[in-house]
């Protein structure tokens, strides 16, 4: 393993944990600074793994909410009714992700094209939807009634395509469903869990004929990189949307996706 190939395991890892959970698509990013870094992981496996430090991060900004929330549920139908949501939410993505985990793997993944133009139609998306989005009617992300946390998770199922983003799928559909942006953005953390253990349980178990021990250093490395990124973005994207909206990461999105399609174009 060379010094070239754990840098960028850290790059990739720093930038997953800053993008997973804002609307920008980390898979996205990954993959278009993978391919201009020469990095590839076996079976793409890399890129999917270290979703588990993003995950972790949030399990520890939230782990004493979780804890009350798991210890209410014999007693407290608003628990109860939380945990549906989340579970219901999860099940769209969790079912068209199983369905396709070829075709994605094998054909989007390898798309950088693809990817920056997600980026960028999804960037104006979020332009119309910050701008122009419903008045809000629903500002607790632990109160959602569970057929909009089911209409939430239907929207997560366009993440699939990498570039659209999980969290901009979920926070654009959120907010067009009269969600206030801050409860959008934490309700989109909530249902990152079960969604991202999901897809690394099953990306695990589809690869573990193919993973070597250099592969498992590299994948730990980006673990612990995106576990400390995102745990700077999780203390501080409630308070960030609540002040600036979605607008910044648009205009984000649809910078990277206009130089990646020059970058393509010109280097290749």
């Known amino acids: ?19 997973e959970f804002i609307p920008v698509s980390s898979t996205g990013h990954l993959l ?3 391919h201009f870094l020469g990095f590839e992981s076996t079976g793409k496996t890399f890129e999917v793994l270290i979703q588990l430090g993003a995950i972790s991060a949030i399990l520890a900004v ?25 579970v219901l939410a999860f099940l769209p993505a969790a079912f068209a992700g199983v369905l396709l985990h070829g075709f994605i793997k094998e054909v989007l ?8 133009t997600t980026l960028i139609l999804g960037g104006v998306a979020l332009l119309y939807i910050d701008r122009y989005a419903p008045t809000p ?11 909009l946390a089911l209409a939430i998770g239907c929207c997560q199922v366009l993440a699939l395509v ?15 469903l009269r969600t206030d942006k801050r409860s959008a953005a934490e309700f989109s953390f909530f249902l990152a ?4 253990a999901g897809a690394f349980v099953y990306d695990l178990y589809a690869n573990r004929n193919v993973l070597s021990m250099d592969d498992a250093v590299i994948i730990s490395i980006g673990f612990v990189t995106s576990f400390f990124a995102a745990l700077l973005v999780v203390k501080t994207l409630l308070d960030f949307v609540s002040r600036h909206g979605f607008a910044p990461f648009a205009w984000w999105r649809i910078a990277v996706g206009v130089l990646g399609l020059a970058a393509l174009q010109f280097g290749g």
């Open 137 to 147: 009617r629903y500002t607790d992300a632990t109160r959602y009634p569970v057929w």
């Open 162 to 176: 990498p570039g659209v983003s999980r969290s901009g799928a979920t926070i654009g559909g959120a907010l067009l």
């Open 109 to 116: 993944f390898e798309s950088p094209q693809l990817v920056c």
């Open 1 to 19: 393993m060379d010094t070239e190939t754990i840098a960028s395991a850290v790059l990739l890892g720093v930038v997953e944990g800053l993008t």
């Open 193 to 196: 869990m079960p969604t991202m």
């Open 32 to 34: 278009l600074l993978g």
């Open 62 to 86: 939230y782990f004493a909410r979780l804890t009350r929330i798991a210890f209410a549920l014999p007693h407290d139908p608003a628990a109860r009714r939380f945990v549906a949501g989340i």
